[in-house]
């Protein structure tokens, strides 16, 4: 079982910054892939960002390539997003996931980030 808490969500305005943070507890944390995912009102959850387990590869959608850094700290059980340059279409909230595949998947309970024109 992994318990997931994200915290840094807020109201930002554009062109500002925001530093997501999840942090797991529970065991094995190290052997979990994690991911951002996040949904806006009416639209589907969607990924944001991914990491495999040791951190040496990492994935974004087109829409925040080069604005967006997922980082984890297997040492203290943690996954970040650092988010930059942020716009308005990035507002909705954002939920972390711990992704083993075929084996178990799990989510925290989301926070908010509002990006204002």
């Known amino acids: 079982q992994v318990q997931l808490v994200e915290s840094g969500g807020g109201l930002v305005q554009a062109g500002g910054s925001l530093r997501l943070s999840c942090a797991a507890s529970?065991?094995?944390?190290?052997?979990?892939?994690m991911a951002w995912f996040r949904q806006a009102p009416g639209k589907e959850r969607a990924l944001v960002a991914a990491?495999?387990?040791?951190?040496?590869?990492?994935h974004y959608v087109d829409s925040v390539k080069g604005r967006f850094t997922i980082s984890r700290d297997n040492a203290k059980n943690t996954v970040y997003l650092q988010m930059n340059s942020l716009k308005p279409e990035d507002t909705a909230v954002y939920y972390c996931?711990?992704?083993?595949?075929?084996?178990?998947?799990?989510w925290g309970q989301g926070t908010q980030v509002t990006v204002s024109s």
């Open positions: 996931n711990a992704d083993k595949p075929g084996v178990s998947s799990y």
């Open positions: 529970g065991r094995a944390f190290s052997s979990y892939a």
């Open positions: 990491i495999n387990w040791s951190g040496d590869s990492t």
